[in-house]
């Protein structure tokens, strides 16, 4: 392989702001490696302000960029897929559309893959846009879903990262709905030829963040069931706790009575064991739900996602069927 192309993959939900400003920083970063050909996908996720108007301006100037314009908002993870689908170079890097993602290391992640490594991640090491809270939230999160998941998820690994065609290929094999695009990459990821480069995340160019709190946390948990079957185990040990915990409160009512022959203390004792078993069969029935309901929802098989791919020379309607991608 030559190691002279590459594939910019960009996902951009209601980014008008954003779209142009992106586009002259990759343009001049671009500039600076030494890749004969290259093109920047910017992947629509169906936004509903002027993103696709101002990507297609682009286009009529530029061939390099080409479109793949989602039909709805169907989420960063889909957003990615899609534009990993219509990628045709030896390497993808996949970036923010917001300029959170600098441009500038691009430069750095071409030459490590030319230099050998396949897989070049990044590090954030500080976002200046995220809050202490949020921090503290991601943190934790990140620590239950390793504590928890047997595919594990470095913490501040942001979808910023070079992947060669060879990965790529491997990538386009997962075709559950519900993905995390990290979680897929750490279960393919190689020991060896990865790089990681740190970068600090600036603010955001324009516009606002797309994930709230709401947003983030339907992510992790959907993370976490992706990823491991471990919550089902835990509403296993749970139940052998809590009937643990009732034998010893059972001896000990039985002890209270034949022994310290007082009398039984009333309705309380009851009312605290019912509400408590109650909780313990709500929470283990709403696991267990969770999973039916994934499952519920693979099983359907429906399309990931469908969409336009536009470049300057056509517009194809595209579609990602399960295993088979219609092009
Ligand atoms: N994004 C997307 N679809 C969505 C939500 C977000 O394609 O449904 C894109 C968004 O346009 C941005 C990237 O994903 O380019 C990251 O989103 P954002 O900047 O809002 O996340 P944050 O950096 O705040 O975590
Ligand atoms: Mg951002």
New binding site residues.
């Given amino acids: 392989m030559s190691k002279d192309s590459i594939s910019i993959v960009?996902?951009?939900?209601?980014?008008e702001g954003?779209v142009e400003a992106l586009y002259k920083e990759l343009k001049k970063v671009l500039k600076e490696t030494n890749v004969k050909d290259y093109e920047i996908i910017y992947?629509?996720?169906?936004?509903s302000d002027k993103?696709h108007a101002k990507c297609q301006a682009l286009q009529k100037k530029d061939k390099h960029v080409k479109i793949v314009h989602l039909k709805r908002?169907?989420?960063?993870e889909?957003?990615?897929t899609a534009g990993m689908d219509y990628a045709l170079s030896e390497a993808v890097i996949f970036?923010?559309?917001?300029l959170?993602h600098p441009p500038l290391y691009i430069k750095q992640m071409v030459e490590a893959w030319q230099e050998g490594y396949e897989i070049v991640l990044t590090r954030r090491v500080d976002?200046v846009?995220?809050s202490a809270f949020y921090k503290f939230c991601a943190k934790s999160f990140y620590k239950i879903l390793n504590l928890l998941s047997d595919t594990k998820i470095p913490e501040k690994t942001?979808?910023f990262r070079l992947i060669d065609r060879k990965y790529i290929d491997f990538l386009k094999n997962f075709n559950e709905q519900d993905r995390l695009f990290r979680g897929l990459l750490s279960w393919i990821m190689p020991n060896d030829k990865v790089k990681v480069l740190d970068f600090v995340?600036p603010q955001?160019h324009a516009?606002?963040?797309?994930?709230n709190f709401r947003?983030?946390l339907q992510l992790a948990i959907n993370s976490i069931i992706q990823f491991s079957v471990k919550p089902l185990r835990f509403s296993t040990y749970l139940g052998i706790v809590t009937a643990f915990v009732a034998g010893l409160l059972g001896l000990y009512v039985i002890g209270e009575h034949f022994i310290l022959h007082k009398p039984t203390p009333g309705y309380a004792t009851i009312m605290v064991t019912m509400i408590f078993l109650g909780a313990v069969q709500l929470i283990v029935l709403g696991i267990i739900g969770e999973y039916i309901g994934k499952i519920h929802m693979e099983v359907k098989k429906r399309p990931l996602y469908m969409a336009d791919y536009e470049t300057q020379e056509e517009v194809k309607k595209v579609v990602r069927n399960g295993s088979e991608k219609d092009i």
Avoid: C, L
Wanted: charged share 30%; aromatic share 8%; proline share 3%.
């Fill in positions: 960009v996902s951009a939900y209601n980014e954003n992947v629509d996720d169906g936004s993103t908002n169907f989420g960063h889909i957003a990615m970036m923010d559309a917001d959170q976002n846009d995220t942001p979808d995340a955001r516009g606002e963040s797309k994930y947003k983030s």
